[in-house]
Each structure stands twice: as C-alpha cells, then as structure tokens.
C-alpha cells in the first residue's frame, strides 16, 4: 500500500509540473479576448454604437449607476434615444437641468440622432422630470444653455413637488 501511495504522489506531481509548464510556456494567451461571433453580430446590430456611445458619455458625465435604461430604436437609417435616468438625493429642476445638458450637448454630435429622451426617475418608478429633444433642437444645443431645455424641449413634464 506505501508503494502505491509514493508511485501515485509521483505520477501526480510529474502531472501538475508538466501541466504548468504547458500553460506558461505556451503561444498562446488562454485569457486573451477572442472575438466572439455573438459580440461580432452585435456591434453590427443597428443602434448598437449608439447605445454603447451615450452610456459612455453619461458614465464619463454622471456616473455609470445613474443608468435605469438605455433603449436605442433604429427607424428608416435614423435612431431614436431614450434614456432613464436614477436621480440623486438633491432634487431640483437647474439640478437634472444641468447634469441633462452635458449628455445632450455631446450626444449631439452622434450622427442618425433623430431624436433623444431623457427622463428622470427617483428610486426607479417615480418620474421626476422628462423631455424629448428632436433633431433640430439637438443639432443647435450648443447654441443653447441647461436653462432654455424647458422652453425648447417637445413633452416637457416635472413632478408637481418641484414647482
């Protein structure tokens, strides 16, 4: 039974060194990205670029965990943004006025934008403030400050507790 015991211990030991060997002396890179066909497919997917560059910017912006949802829905070569928005604990119109302006200011620049919604929400199912910009608001909104988004927006809405 002792002999048994050492030739297994052998044999297992020789297995592990020669398995590590292998693994770092390969060619090749194991956690190296690979192209997935699956992510391939979907940076090909209309909308994609466009929902992936707004989460970028408000992320950069704001913060990543702000986002509720983000939906992007492409429509005869031009794409629609609707954006939902987790608002902070300070809650004041020049307050979500602001932090919208940078978004839309830089989403502007996305070209097929025909139109971007943004809504705010506190604590996910209550609608603070909300507002849809089409394509010839976005394209002068550097023109534009946080201020004149009421006046300029189409389906402006604010809660009733922020007047």
Do not use: C
Request: zero cysteines.
């Amino acid at each position: 039974m002792r002999k048994f015991n050492t030739i297994f211990l052998l044999l297992l030991t020789i297995f592990i060194v020669f398995g590590l060997t292998v693994f770092f002396i390969s060619d090749t890179d194991p956690f190296k990205n690979t192209p997935v066909p699956e992510m391939e497919s979907m940076s090909r997917t209309p909308g994609y670029s466009t929902m992936m560059t707004v989460a970028s910017i408000v992320e950069d912006e704001i913060s990543e965990e702000v986002i509720l949802d983000l939906q992007v829905s492409p429509e005869d070569g031009e794409e629609h943004v609707s954006l939902k928005l987790l608002s902070d604990e300070i809650l004041t119109e020049e307050n979500l006025l602001k932090s919208s302006y940078p978004i839309l200011l830089q989403s502007s620049e996305i070209e097929n934008l025909s139109s971007f919604s943004i809504s705010w929400h506190l604590e996910n199912d209550l609608t603070v403030m909300s507002f849809t910009l089409d394509k010839a608001d976005l394209s002068n909104m550097m023109l534009e400050n946080y201020a004149t988004i009421p006046s300029i927006a189409e389906d402006y809405y604010k809660h009733e507790s922020m007047n």
